[in-house]
Every structure is written in structure tokens, then in C-alpha cells.
């Protein structure tokens, strides 16, 4: 019997969706990337918004559905930001994918983000 069928939850499968960061002040703009996946293997390409350039990520899906990666941006600034993070995706109240970003950056700074699910941009 398969962990779903006991009721166990189900890991969201973030290959192919949109997400953007969640931020207070949505109207100065908010990076925006695509995830995707190939077996257990995770990658993401990040877009301008706010204050990133461009940025990546790749990192691996652990049997709980959580993702262990590291990241690397870019700032409109000119800054470079690496570090890695432990990505937790669940759902919503609406069925839509929220993910908290548990990050340690290179510097030693550490913190949550959020980024949530969006529709695709390019169908906008």
C-alpha cells in the first residue's frame, strides 16, 4: 500500500511550475523563476525582479519531498549571493504550492523565504 493511500501527505511536484517571492511591497517587484525535475534531480532559473539580476539553483529531492540545494544570484547591484537552502513545498488553502526557503548563505547569513506558485508569466 503507498503512503498516499494511508492518508500520508504528498509531496508537491514543483517540475515545469512558476514561482515568484513573496514579498511586503509587491508593487516594487518580485523575482520570479521555473523549477524543474528529472527523477530526483531539481534545478530553477531565476529572473529579474526587484532586486535580482538572475539567479540558479540546482539540488536534489530527499524522500520527505523536501529539496536540499544550492543557489548562486545575482543582484541588480552587481552582487553575487551563494549559499544553499533546504526548500520545503506544500500546499495552500487553494491547492497552490508554497514553498519556505530554509537559507544559509556563503556570508554566514541565514533565514526563511517564501515563494509561491504563479501562473506562467509567458501566458500573460
Not at 29 to 55: C, I, K, M, N
Request: hydrophobic content about 40%.
Amino acid at each position: 500500500m503507498s503512503a498516499a493511500a494511508i492518508g500520508e501527505p504528498v509531496a508537491p511536484d514543483v517540475d515545469g511550475l512558476w514561482f515568484q517571492l513573496v514579498v511586503d511591497d509587491p508593487a516594487a517587484g518580485a523575482p520570479y523563476g521555473q523549477y524543474h525535475r528529472q527523477d530526483d534531480l531539481v534545478w530553477a532559473e531565476f529572473y529579474a525582479g526587484g532586486t535580482l539580476r538572475s539567479g540558479r539553483l540546482v539540488g536534489y529531492l530527499q524522500p520527505d519531498g523536501s529539496i536540499r540545494a544550492v543557489y548562486c544570484l545575482l543582484t541588480a547591484a552587481g552582487d553575487l549571493v551563494s549559499g544553499e537552502c533546504l526548500s520545503v513545498p506544500e500546499f495552500d488553502a487553494r491547492g497552490n504550492i508554497r514553498i519556505a526557503d530554509h537559507f544559509r548563505r556563503s556570508d554566514g547569513t541565514t533565514g526563511i523565504s517564501y515563494i509561491q506558485q504563479i501562473p506562467d508569466p509567458r501566458e500573460a
